[in-house]
């Protein structure tokens, strides 16, 4: 099956500074890309979509200057999470759908923590 | 707006028991319906689907019937092992048979004890 990889798997960052996720699929192209958000017995709560080559679409109450998504190749997202806050701890997943498949393929998520 | 309810875990359970994982939904269309099992450790894998009503998914061992009447899709196995522990997710997509936009529960973590 397909698989996506996620980077880092962990981390840990002091409040104000910027935090970089990466998520690429690794035997496939992916069309669209999805970032989730999971808080401890939570659901995962779509955060946006991205395309590649074009600006990604962020889920109401999602603040876009804040959660930075860049989509810009067909094996490669990243969320930036800026000037990063205590309340923005949460666990970060993505998705990738390809055209040769009719579902979403997961990587296995990033812990952030914010001091 | 779409929604997913399912039963609240913890779940433990001795192996080879039955396993009964409840899920019902709220959508405005007719959505697809999704079971996803996340291993400790791993990312989300799609355990299996069903597309329409009376439709029902099945991978190993798992099972799941799209009831619209009762607007559910419970998973049932009916003898577990301590290899199924893991974290179940109820999901639905109301974008046909794709999985586009997913609508997450929050989640059943199952524990299987020998």
């Known amino acids: 099956g397909a698989v996506v990889s996620q980077h880092p798997s962990w981390v840990i960052c002091k409040s104000g500074t910027s935090v970089k996720i990466e998520c690429r699929s690794l035997?496939?192209?992916?069309?669209?890309m999805f970032w989730y958000r999971q808080f401890p017995k939570q659901s995962l709560m779509l955060m946006a979509t991205?395309?590649?080559?074009?600006?990604?679409?962020?889920e109401q109450g999602v603040e876009k200057d804040k959660f930075l998504i860049n989509h810009a190749s067909l094996t490669l997202s990243t969320l930036t999470v800026t000037s990063a806050h205590p309340e923005d701890s949460s666990f970060y997943i993505c998705?990738?759908?390809?055209?040769?498949?009719?579902?979403?393929?997961f990587g296995p998520g990033t812990r952030l923590t914010v001091l | 707006g779409n929604s997913v309810t399912q039963t609240e875990g913890p779940v433990t359970l001795s192996e080879e028991a039955f396993l009964t994982i409840n899920c019902t939904y709220t959508?405005?269309?007719?959505?697809?319906l999704f079971w996803y099992v996340q291993y400790p450790g791993e990312g989300l894998q799609l355990l299996l689907k069903?597309?329409?009503?009376?439709d029902k998914g099945s991978n190993k061992g798992f099972e799941a019937t799209y009831r619209k009447e009762t607007t559910s899709f419970h998973l049932e196995k009916g003898s577990v092992q301590v290899s199924d522990s893991a974290v179940y997710f109820c999901?639905?997509?109301?974008?046909?048979?794709?999985?586009?936009?997913?609508?997450f529960g929050k989640g059943t973590k199952l524990s299987v004890i020998p």
């Open positions: 998705s990738a759908i390809g055209q040769r498949y009719n579902e979403q393929f």
């Open positions: 035997d496939f192209q992916a069309t669209t």
């Open positions: 991205s395309n590649e080559g074009s600006k990604a679409t962020y």
């Open positions: 959508a405005t269309g007719y959505p697809s």
């Open positions: 069903a597309t329409k009503a009376d």
């Open positions: 999901a639905l997509s109301d974008q046909g048979a794709g999985s586009y936009q997913l609508t």
